[in-house]
């Protein structure tokens, strides 16, 4: 907890970088996903320097989760890229495993995708992980190398997938939206496809990443008009400490158009090793007085605050935070 705060990191990947792992044309991409890291960085938030050729250990990445930062639970998120790594830049089971060693904390999301197993492939996936390693949401990444690419609202490829989470009991999917990893196309990165699907699949909760960057108005635009349609703040807090005003002028439009309800934490774990750091930096954080004058942006409340680190994301997977934190610490420690 941070000041009395639930804190839920909704973006954790174990990644795996090993030689073993990285395709023919993977290689290079595992270097920009690298460099990318490194120019969010400086002294004080560095990249992780063993990014490449390693895969952390659950026992490690457990230490700076629970032991060196105030994180009560995260969500181990499958990143289902079979083009430029063998097995996922996040595979499924390393994630399983970060929820099997910490079961009262993490939670496992699934992932998987249908252009490299095929529609009925990927959905009979999705019930393993679901029935054999628990999953309770899952992740999804549409655009790939050599402009292979899905939609969200494609009735033949996805909308099998979204029947089969809510047949499963799984009410939340998520996305990568922009940031691109290496050649894939930016117009398959558009958050735009989600609209017709949160249409037509009211019971789902649609979770857009990134705020979608460098689709940022148009992912803000979608969540403000479909009630369904969640933010997650994944790599936003990771650019403040070089760009604060730009993190800001991000948050200010996110709160403004959407309100603080369906917005939820994520630290980018392990990519950037210093999660407290980021948990520090946004518990401290204030919207500068020329920014709300200048462009109507609200206060960082508390009680926005405590809503984006943790209880939004609890509430979305009925989770009881106060039963939560008293089988992690023992007792409900939070305060007004």
Known sequence: MRDGMFVFDNVVHMYDNKASNIGPRGEQVARNL????VALSNEQYP?????????LSVEEAGRILFEESQTDMAMAQTVPLFGWWKDGFSPARRQYALKEAFPDRVLFCGGVDPLFQGVEGACNEMTRQ???WGSVSFKFYQAHDNSLSWRIDD?????????????L???????????????????????TDIQQAAIDFPELTF???????????????VAARNPNVWLALSAWINIYPIMPREALKRLGKAL??????????????FVWPNVQGYIDLFAKMEMPENLQEDYGYPQITRDTKRKIFGENYARLMGIDVGQKLKTIHGSDERTP
């Open 34 to 37: 690298h460099g990318f890291g």
């Open 47 to 55: 990249a992780n320097d063993h990014f490449l050729g390693e895969e």
């Open 256 to 269: 403004m158009n959407v309100g603080p309800d369906r917005l939820v934490w994520g630290s980018e774990a």
């Open 155 to 167: 009735r033949q490829i996805a909308y099998p997938m979204w029947e089969k989470a809510l047949e």
């Open 130 to 132: 679901a029935q054999e």
């Open 169 to 191: 009991g799984i009410t939340n999917v998520q996305f990568h939206k922009g940031v691109p990893f290496g050649t894939e196309r930016m117009e398959h990165m558009h958050p």
């Open 207 to 221: 979770v857009i990443h990134h705020l979608g960057d460098p689709y940022i108005d148009e992912s803000i635009s």
